[in-house]
């Protein structure tokens, strides 16, 4: 029986003007993936990005939704 989590993949903080999201959800599948025993097995689905704000600096802050099998 296969378990599916739903996981807010925490805060991402990206620095340039306009980073893409594809760059946010791929730098936080990295990181979940390297804390996961077998990082291979690891299914992500429905990933998205979720601006929360930016700074003056430009940073750019949000989130990366979605599902882990």
Known sequence: MKKILLVVLG?????GCNPSPDKAIALAKDEISSD???PESSKFRE???IKAGEKE???IE???CGEIK
């Open 47 to 49: 990933l998205r990005f």
């Open 36 to 38: 996961m025993k077998d």
């Open 57 to 59: 600096d430009g940073t």
């Open 62 to 64: 949000g989130y990366v």
């Open 11 to 15: 805060a991402v903080m990206l620095a």
